[in-house]
T-cell receptor, first 112, second 113 residues
Framework: SQTIHQWPATLVQPVGSPLSLECTVE??????LYWYRQAAGRGLQLLFY??????ISSEVPQNLSASRPQDRQFILSSKKLLLSDSGFYLC???????????FGSGTRLTVV | AQSVTQLGSHVSVSEGALVLLRCNYS??????LFWYVQYPNQGLQLLLK??????LVKGINGFEAEFKKSETSFHLTKPSAHMSDAAEYFC???????????FGTGTRLTIIP
């Protein structure tokens, strides 16, 4: 069966520090991969999505970046965190959107 | 472009009462529609999905939703609310060939004992 792993679960980072969040999927090949953010009291914001290795589409210009070095690995990064980067980050995968997404358990990032 | 509107960012119902969460969509072609539930500090979990088969879709935890093309709606219902239903609910839509889902802004459901 397919599973999605996302870590760490919580993270507290100082302003200006780098960030790396990792997401991996097991049990499927060539999934579509997505990074979302939920800020406090707000809905889901799509940050990046990828339909294949090395293919990244950015939805919102900001100081975050994403990479897909392997078929089932999706990484969210930042060189210098801002206070506004705080939020709940969710990774998701799908074979085709008509089947829906499967979400990871999320990472709570607090920038202090 | 497709979009989703969830009426009511907060809904409160008494335990045992009917739950009704509203979702309207706009799409130029027959859509795929979804409801997700999110408990605090957790990821989203798929409740149910409509993919052009039966218009009344049954999901997990006693929830169901009816696709009404004439009203462009996909409202979520449950006959009798339980305390464990307290969560945030998201409606989402996708068109055939689109690689992304479009999510609504969410409805926070509170259950009153």
């Amino acid at each position: 069966s397919q599973t999605i792993h996302q870590w760490p679960a919580t993270l507290v980072q100082p302003v200006g520090s780098p960030l790396s969040l990792e997401c991996t999927v097991e049990g499927t090949s060539n999934p579509n991969l997505y990074w979302y953010r939920q800020a406090a009291g707000r809905g889901l914001q799509l940050l990046f999505y990828s339909v294949g290795i090395g293919q990244i589409s950015s939805e919102v210009p900001q100081n975050l970046s994403a990479s897909r070095p392997q078929d089932r690995q999706f990484i969210l990064s930042s060189k210098k965190l801002l206070l506004s980067d705080s939020g709940f980050y969710l990774c998701a995968w799908s074979v085709e959107p008509r089947y829906g997404y499967t979400f990871g358990s999320g990472t709570r990032l607090t920038v202090v | 472009a497709q979009s989703v509107t969830q009426l009511g960012s907060h809904v409160s119902v008494s335990e045992g009462a009917l739950v009704l969460l509203r979702c309207n969509y706009s799409s130029s072609v027959p859509p795929y529609l979804f409801w997700y539930v999110q408990y605090p500090n957790q990821g989203l979990q798929l409740l149910l999905k409509y993919t052009s088969a039966a218009t009344l879709v049954k999901g997990i935890n006693g929830f169901e939703a009816e696709f009404k093309k004439s009203e462009t709606s996909f409202h979520l219902t449950k006959p009798s609310a339980h305390m464990s239903d307290a969560a945030e609910y998201f409606c989402a839509v996708s068109d055939y060939g689109n690689e992304k889902l479009t999510f609504g802004t969410g409805t926070r459901l509170t259950i009153i004992p």
